[in-house]
């Protein structure tokens, strides 16, 4: 999946114990695990099969690098808890509070492989209860337990009990991951949206086999009225099975009277009917409004990485691979689209006409299930025997072209470069109207927000690059996710974090002149930014909640794994990752991976006798979070590399993080520092090492190119040194060198260990600066902090600071042209220029800005203003009654999206509190401004001076009807609630903010996006406590 605006927006993070804490107030005080035990005939033997898969990689993340770490003794503790039939989960929550509210739970363990040391307590333990029981069997009242009296034959010293099912009845399962007795095979679904009513009915005959002897099936629903329910095993009779449903974890059982066998196969059919979701998951309503102003209602899905239980019953956890095959009714007016190609269509005598598609040739997770009812229009072509359309709705057919031509050289280029074919034999990538993510990976159906695939014929290079790098990203899906997919959502990274570095690496070989690299090192930069917070995670962590899960699509998965990524690939001789990533997608093809087995295939591609372990280094960066900082300290010819973790505490309390990185540090010297020859290798392991240089080397500088995840600091004169080889020429190092020795020196400013004197001594070269990553870096760390003083108002700082960023930057923004630009870095370049310039109210851009809009508008909006000049003209058009009013109105005619998004994000510019909140609300009702574009409304406002105490206000007063539509977790909310608070600084704010998400207990107190606005402030506030007098002084 691709996160709405992943361009600009940050994946945000995000909450967990809303339904952890609904658990416990109605989940029994005893596991379901125990009831699988031996102790239990009434279900079968516990087999470690029939525990709840626990990914390799959770237990490595528990067991490995320390955080998290268990005991001895309170594993002992657990394994005999469970053996027992008591909650651990409940003991852990209990007797751990935690200082923190974001201390990550341990994950339930399965009780399949016991220590001896746990052996002998459990049997000890038993024959104790054992004793008890016998004891109170001959008490009168027998009132010790929830059940009441136990029978006298009972053979259980306790009876388990199961969450109540909404019949009442005990509901045989009590984990959120489902057992592993039985596996679909296949699912023959049948669906009939109702686009009137905006219901559906379905039916799902589901093929399964069975693992493991068990007495109960048990699956995900979610919202699904079940009218009937069949089961037939193997070739005897079909009988009607009663269904119980537990909906605080939206599953479904089945209970057996017979033992089901290991190698029978059954058939569980199923008949529902239920409502087409009105938020953007699952089986939703979706319409827009026709160039004639007819509203045309469609049907579409959006199931990662929880819903397709939304849509029809299903084993709804990426391991449960299986075929499909879809049946969708519909109206004679419409289509309907699926994975697969249409097999045939048949007409009813009620008029209507299902389309029948091919079952699926490939087995999938349910995740990437799709169907789509509209009335959209393809345009396609063929590309190596793949039949490739792309969708829009009627209007829009025209915007589809550049999408075709992009999808067309990137699918040739997949198949070659992962050495297998795109298996299946058509690909549809459809533009929906209404759709929250900026794209999802559907096999074979991905779906698109307008935003992400449609642009007009003279679109600019910027707008092409979004729809070409979204197009790429879903495309690697469709091996790394889709033919290939990670077991479980705590290794989300496998299939993000891949493509996230496809996307960019293969766009920059295939599309060079869209410039990518630009956008992948600033992401690079942002990733780390927001890493360095304490309230970061491990790449590969342990979730088990749907918040939980929903968290993991953040910039940690994404960004993060593709920055690790980059730098394996830097750090690998020869072709070895690339040969590597061939040999695990063949060793795993059509089947379920952890982290480990990556790293396992890229090692054994490795044939040198030297061969190193690829694990042994990438361990230390998906293990663990945050990233680490390299000091540098030299004296003459011998330099020493100290490594710590890098991390913004907050708190101002001293830490003493143990973690070790295996960081392949590259180095440059002033010998030879360009070419990549001149890149040098040390790899430090440990807390420090040492490198010789010769003594002539006048500096340094380690990262090439910032291919590593990790900061420099540069001690003994160093930083000096390279500040003055800048001065006397900038080219001395890459463009990306200097670019992240520019960001690496703010960050190292937040942390406290560079001065405001040295960030401005460094920015002086800029003035010679001319490449866009330096300059787009030094603008948005300087913009930055002009936004927080100016949150402040502090009003004679910022003239100041205006008067430095003309002298750093006026040359350059003075002689930008306003006309076409093709270069996409040069349009990047201008538009941050411009954009900063504008802003500050420097007369000659807001003169040009108000200029242009004035030919916009003569030409009664056909004349085109340059795509990357269209914000800050707008912007500074919507500063006027007049240009704001004539905004809004070509607001609600336009049909190019991209401009649309400009406009509104213009439109939420004004420093007019009366139309900030008209937007907020036209924002939330939905009618005049999508809700789905809120989060940008918010963002724009935020930026404003006049906006930003408004949308916080407009985000408290509404935050019941905000989770309503963004559920906590989502990207949308994490955007909102980072736009809101990351520009406060002041201890008011910071108790407003703290105050408010305190409040709000179970509905989001614990999303880790809350604990990283209020570590922001913090930051903020000890920036400017220690910054303000030397920011004063020396501006
Ligand atoms: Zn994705």
């Known amino acids: 999946m691709d996160p709405f605006d992943s361009n600009n ?15 416990f107030e109605e989940e029994p005080d005893v596991v379901d695990l125990a009831k699988d035990s031996t102790a239990f005939p009434a279900f079968p033997a516990l087999d470690p099969e029939e525990a709840v898969y626990e990914p390799r990689a959770s237990r490595l993340l528990v067991r490995g690098l320390g955080e998290n770490e268990l005991d001895d003794d309170e594993e002992d503790y657990e394994s005999s808890a469970r053996l027992l039939g008591m909650s651990f989960m409940n003991r852990s929550t209990a007797q751990r509070p935690s200082s923190s509210p974001y201390v990550r739970q341990s994950p339930p363990r399965s009780c399949s492989r016991p220590s001896v040391r746990t052996m002998v307590v459990c049997v000890l333990f038993l024959v104790i209860v054992a ?26 010293p306790l009876e388990p009990v199961y969450p109540q099912s909404t019949t009442g009845e005990p509901f045989p399962w009590a984990e959120y991951r489902l057992p592993a007795s039985v596996r679909p095979l296949n699912y023959d679904l049948s669906l009939h949206p109702d686009l009137r009513t905006l219901t559906f009915s379905g039916r799902a005959v589901i093929t399964l086999s069975v693992q493991h002897p068990t007495r109960r099936i048990v699956l995900h629903a979610a919202e699904l009225n079940i009218t009937n329910a069949t089961l037939q095993v193997g070739s005897g009779p079909v009988g009607v099975v009663p269904v119980l449903e537990y909906r605080p974890r939206q599953q479904i059982a089945v209970s057996l009277g017979v033992e089901l066998q290991t190698g029978q196969l059954c058939v569980l059919t199923l008949e529902y009917s239920a409502r087409l979701s009105h938020n953007y998951d699952g089986f939703y309503n979706s319409s827009y409004i026709s160039a004639n102003g007819t509203r045309t209602v469609l049907a579409a899905t959006q199931f990662e990485p929880l819903a397709a239980r939304k849509a029809f019953p299903c084993f709804d956890e990426p391991s449960f691979k299986a ?51 509209c009335d959209f229009i393809s345009t396609s072509t063929s590309v190596s025997g793949t039949n490739v359309s792309v969708y829009s709705v009627p209007g829009k057919t025209d915007q589809a072209a550049y999408a075709l031509h992009v999808v067309t050289v990137m699918l040739q280029h997949y198949n070659t470069f992962f050495d297998i074919p795109y298996p299946l034999k058509k690909l549809d990538l459809v533009a929906i109207p209404d759709f929250l993510a900026g794209a999802m990976e559907n096999w074979g159906l991905i779906t698109f927000r307008e935003t992400s695939l449609l642009v007009g014929h003279d679109a600019s290079p910027l707008e092409k690059q979004l729809v070409a790098s979204v197009v ?5 899906h469709q091996w790394f ?27 920059q070989e295939k599309f060079p002149e869209l410039d990518i690299g630009n956008l992948f090192l600033s992401v690079r930069f942002r990733s780390m930014d927001k890493d360095a917070l304490n309230s970061s995670h491990a790449v590969s962590t342990y979730v088990n909640a749907p918040e939980q899960v929903a968290e993991m699509f953040d910039s940690v998965s994404y960004e993060k794994g593709a920055s690790i ?29 952890v982290t480990e087995d990556l790293w396992n295939s890229i090692t054994q591609v490795d044939v040198s006798p030297h061969r190193q372990s690829v694990s ?33 505490n907050a708190d101002n309390a001293t830490h003493a993080s143990t973690s070790l990185w295996h960081i392949p540090v590259t180095y440059v010297t002033d010998n030879c520092s360009l070419a990549p020859e001149c890149r040098q290798n040390f790899t430090l392991t440990s807390k420090t090492g040492e490198l010789k240089l010769a003594d002539n080397v006048r500096w340094l500088k380690l990262n090439y190119k910032n291919t590593g995840y990790y900061m420099v600091d540069y001690k003994d004169g160093g930083w000096a040194s390279l500040i003055s080889a800048l001065n006397a020429s900038k080219d001395v190092l890459s463009s990306e060198d200097r670019a992240s020795l520019i960001h690496d020196m703010f960050s190292l400013s937040r942390l406290g260990r ?16 001319t490449e866009t990553p330096p300059l787009s870096e030094a603008l948005l760390q300087l913009n930055s902090l002009y936004r927080l003083l100016e949150k402040r108002q502090e009003m004679e700082l910022l003239a100041r600071m205006k008067v430095k960023m003309q002298y750093l930057f006026g040359e350059l923004m003075s002689s930008q042209t306003w006309g076409e630009e093709a270069n996409v870095s040069r349009q990047e370049l201008r538009s941050a220029l411009l954009e900063t310039a504008c802003s500050l109210d420097i007369v000659n851009c807001t003169q040009q800005a108000r200029d242009m809009f004035h030919q916009y508008t003569m030409s009664n909006e056909t004349m085109r203003i340059p795509g990357d000049l269209q914000k800050v003209v707008f912007s500074v058009a919507a500063q006027s009654d007049e240009g704001w009013t004539s905004l809004l109105q070509t607001y609600s005619t336009i049909s190019f999206d991209a401009e649309k998004r400009k406009i509104l994000q213009a439109l939420a510019s004004t420093q007019d509190v009366r139309r900030v909140t008209w937007l907020l609300r036209a924002g939330l009702q939905g009618d005049v401004i999508q809700t789905l574009e809120l989060p940008l409304v918010v963002s724009a406002v935020s930026d404003s001076f006049a906006g930003h105490l408004f949308a916080w206000d407009f985000v408290q007063e509404n935050w019941d009807r905000l989770t309503e539509t963004f559920p906590v977790g989502s990207f949308s909310l994490q955007s909102i609630i980072k736009s809101t608070t990351s520009q406060f600084s002041t201890q008011t704010h910071l108790n407003q903010v703290q105050g408010f998400f305190s409040r709000l207990k179970d509905a989001g107190s614990q999303m880790r996006s809350a604990q990283e606005a209020i570590e922001n402030i913090k930051l903020n506030q000890r920036w400017m406590e220690h910054n303000l007098p030397s920011v004063r002084h020396w501006l």
């Open 9 to 23: 927006q940050e994946r945000a993070n995000l909450p967990r114990n809303m339904i952890e804490n609904s658990m």
């Open 131 to 156: 004793s008890m029981t016998m004891v109170l069997y001959f008490l009168p009242g027998c009132t010790f337990t929830k059940t009441g009296c136990r029978k006298p034959n009972s053979t259980a």
């Open 323 to 373: 075929t499909f095959l879809v049946r969708i009714t519909r109206e004679p007016g419409y289509i309907a689209l699926s994975n697969m190609p249409k097999a045939k269509t048949t007409a009813l005598p009620s008029g209507l006409e299902v389309d029948e598609f091919e079952q699926s040739s490939v087995k999938m997770s349910s995740y990437i299930v799709a169907f789509i009812v």
């Open 472 to 476: 790429a990203h879903e495309l690697a």
């Open 481 to 507: 996710g889709n033919l290939v997919t990670m077991s479980w959502w705590n290794d989300l990274w496998l299939n993000e974090g891949f493509a996230t570095y496809m996307q960019y690496t293969s766009l």
């Open 565 to 593: 990524l980059l730098m394996l690939n830097a750090s690998l001789p020869g072709r070895q990752f690339e040969k590597g990533i061939i040999q695990y997608l063949n060793d795993f093809n059509g089947s379920n991976t």
């Open 616 to 648: 042994d280094m990438m361990r230390t960066w998906t293990l663990q979070k945050g990233f680490p900082l390299v000091t540098v300290s030299r004296n003459a010819g011998h330099v020493t590399l100290t490594q710590e973790h890098f991390l913004l």
């Open 754 to 769: 560079v001065s405001f004197r040295q960030i401005l001594a460094l920015l002086e070269y800029v003035r010679s600066e």
